[in-house]
């Protein structure tokens, strides 16, 4: 075998561009979903079969998915928001798929559109219930816990967004392009 092919075929394949929008036709939607049972059923076994409850009924999916040539090709992040009382939103269910995690920004890009869409949409509170792990997390995204909560048997941290660090929008997508390691030049 070619010594510079060795190992590539163990490395997944991560892609430079990314587009994070409303989930807008079926396969979106059931990518958001079929991610969601993914992360929450199968990998961290928070839900037995299925993660969907009544909130999907009203909840605004959001998705992110890696592009192939501009175009999107698989969800991989996910999280939906819903208006809980007038004004007041919650996101909730925010997923990124495993191979996916080590870029970073996507969990980030999908929680700054999901707080923009509804700050947007006449938010002046946006609420999660985030799982311990993930405090500090929101917490570099300008984010303050209200209390800690167990929430499915695990503890979880009440938090809110601060709205000032998201501008409201009405865009329904937003591109987050990975950043390329530089080719040295050989002189």
Same mark, same amino acid.
């Given at each position: ?18 587009? =994070? ?10 990518? +958001? ?38 175009? &999107? ?12 009382? &007038? ?13 996916? $995690?080590? *870029? ?20 002046? $509170?946006?609420?999660?219930? =985030?799982?311990?792990?993930? =405090? ?9 816990? *209200? ?8 503890? +979880? +941290?009440?938090?809110?967004?601060? @709205?000032?660090?998201?501008?409201? +929008?009405? *865009?329904?997508?937003?591109? *987050? @392009?990975?950043?390329? &390691? ?6």
């Amino acid at each position: 075998m070619n010594t510079m092919l060795q190992g590539v075929e163990d490395r997944p394949f991560i892609p430079t561009e990314y587009v =994070v929008r409303l989930a807008r036709t079926p396969w979106e939607r059931a990518g +958001h979903h079929a991610l969601r049972r993914e992360v929450f059923c199968n990998e961290q076994h928070v839900f037995e079969k299925d993660d969907r409850d009544a909130i999907d009924g009203v909840a605004i999916p959001i998705i992110a998915a890696c592009c192939m040539a501009g175009i &999107p090709d698989r969800i991989v992040g996910a999280v939906r928001i819903h208006e809980t009382e &007038p004004d007041v939103w919650r996101g909730s269910r925010l997923a990124v798929q495993a191979d996916h $995690r080590k *870029l970073g920004r996507i969990g980030a890009e999908l929680i700054r559109m999901a707080v923009s869409t509804a700050h947007g949409l006449g938010a002046t $509170r946006f609420l999660a219930q =985030v799982q311990e792990q993930n =405090v500090l997390f929101f917490r570099r995204l300008h984010w303050k816990s *209200l209390g800690t909560i167990t929430l499915h048997g695990l503890p +979880h +941290h009440d938090m809110e967004a601060d @709205l000032s660090r998201y501008p409201a +929008h009405g *865009l329904d997508q937003t591109w *987050l @392009l990975r950043p390329q &390691p530089r080719i040295r030049q050989v002189a």
